[in-house]
């Protein structure tokens, strides 16, 4: 695939949340109609599909091609918890699904059909949607994913106050394995939307008939309920009057899951007017951009709903929108600098960092400070840890200095701290969209020639840890619930004395290498075969239960003239992911 990208001046619409769950239990709550489901076997979840709501309205914006649709439509989960484990052995192996049927303290498992599940964002084709006008006449006819870790609630009081699993369906090409989870007696959002697809309705009324795919209907034991939704669609203008069907103001215009990319997209589209986020609008024009550009405060891990590919005005759980996010505080760190002498036991846990090919590889012309004339290599990265540790590391800043010592941290099997080693330093960022305390040399990046020589090394090696992308969850001591997840506050302040940063178990943190320093200036290099090398620790300041695993390598095959620069990238064993 040849991928070569103008990316200035796209103007895309900001999504706002849409309903919130509390409204399922009315409806679920009542007596069973035509189509419901036989008592299930003990162990066996019972699933029906509900609509929290009779109608509902959606906004189209002047300029935009289309809306984005929240129906309110759920899956309603009793008797027992939904649960999938999804997994892959490598890239050259295919995706497994196994559904995990707990009864008590016996625990079995079934195989889904061979290639039901394509990617870590959710069921295929689960949902079917038809929408008539108000004549009658269908006008859409779509079939969208469903992802088990969507926003969800409560359907009675009597149900588990929390969700054990995790928040989001991972959207990164190259993760290695999921879980995805509906606890008993809670509902999960069915909505699954493509932001760079809306749907392309003219303001009016229409109504809305949804129903779940037949082989997902037999998989589960769903009734064949097709619940049927008013829509009413009105036009806003950028003055913000309201068209069709009443006045301005956001109506359910996002809560919707991303395409799965990472397997899907990672747009920054929405982001105008959040923190740190000024001048990062129109970043789209067809490339697809990680949780955070060059390392810009995001939001925190979202529900799969408001996940950070297409991200929402308002996040976490609050008055009007329970929507499963959260927005973390800062970490707090040790109160105090380690004291004795540096040491870490031999058998002590530790973590280990993997990088990941690169992906979302584009020939741009550059962002933010670009020179005329230069073309670059823009491209995502991704290193994780696998395991069994999470990543701790501590900064502490002698008064005045403009760096911080950093410390990694290690701990024993039952959380009692047991070490620590010297691990570099922090320094803090003051540039617009990073404003916050990098750790030094967690990562490298580097234009590899065909005799994988070096040619051309990117400016960044220091970063804000965060838990951006769930690659692996099946590995042992994977935390579901990452706790730093927020960027704008997991990193500190300008004035903070102290910071904790971590990677957690299973987590991976994406960065996009789009700005002139950070991508590759490929700026009069011949056309061919190069490879881009991402490297994890590769100062060696970290501990890891294992190093080998450090370094990937993508192959990318340049072509074009200067000014129109060409990227082919080959896929990497089964992992077709451009």
Known sequence: MTRSQDRK???????????????????????????AAPASPAGTPKLKLVAASKAVTADRYEGNSGVYLDLGTYVTVDNAPLEL???????????????????GSKVTTKTLPAGLVKDFSGLPDFLEVSIKNAAGVEVQKSKSNFCLNNASGRLRPDAPATSHYPESCS???????????????WAANTSAFDYDRPVD????????????????????????????IALTVREISDGGEGGAGGGGGAGLTAHGATTGGHGASHDMAGMEGMKGMEGMAGMGGGHHYGPRGADAPTPSALSHALEARGLAHHLGDGSGHTDGSRVAPALRSATKRPTGRAGVPANVPKPDLRSLPAWDIAVTDGEDGDVAGKDYLAFSANVWNAGPAPLVVDGFRKPGADLMDSYQYFYD???????????????????????????????????????????????????????????????????????????????????????????????????????????????????????????????????????????????????????????????????NAP
């Open 9 to 35: 001046g796209l103007k895309r619409a900001a999504f706002a949340a849409g309903a919130a769950l509390t409204v399922v239990a009315a409806v679920a709550g009542s007596a069973p109609g035509a189509g």
């Open 85 to 103: 484990k999804v997994t892959r052995k490598s890239y050259k192996d295919p995706i497994v699904a196994q559904q995990i049927l707990r009864n």
């Open 171 to 185: 959207t990164n090409p190259f993760t290695l394995g999921s879980v995805w989870g509906v606890e008993k007696g």
């Open 201 to 228: 309705l003219a303001a009016g009324e229409y109504t809305v008939k949804v129903g779940v795919a037949k082989k997902y209907r037999d998989l589960f034991g769903i009734p064949d309920d097709r619940p049927t």
């Open 413 to 575: 099997a039952k959380g009692k701290q047991v070490g620590y080693a010297p691990a570099g330093t922090m320094e803090w960022d003051p540039r617009i969209g990073h404003e916050h305390w990098h750790f030094t040399d967690f990562a490298s990046y580097r234009l590899l020639a065909a005799d994988q020589k070096e040619i051309v090394k990117s400016g960044k090696e220091a970063f804000c840890l965060a838990n951006t992308d769930a690659i692996d969850y099946t590995v042992k001591n994977a935390n579901w619930h990452p706790y730093n997840t927020d960027l704008s506050t997991a990193c500190g302040q300008q004035n903070s004395i102290s910071v904790r940063e971590v990677l957690d178990v299973g987590s991976g943190d994406t960065y996009t290498q789009y700005r002139p320093g950070q991508s590759f200036d490929i700026t009069g290099l011949p056309n061919g075969t190069y490879y881009i090398q991402v490297i994890a620790n590769p100062a060696n300041r970290l501990q890891e239960t294992d190093t080998k695993n450090n370094v990937s390598l993508r192959k990318v095959v340049l072509g074009g003239t200067d000014g129109a620069r060409t990227v082919s990238v080959p896929p990497v064993d089964l992992i």
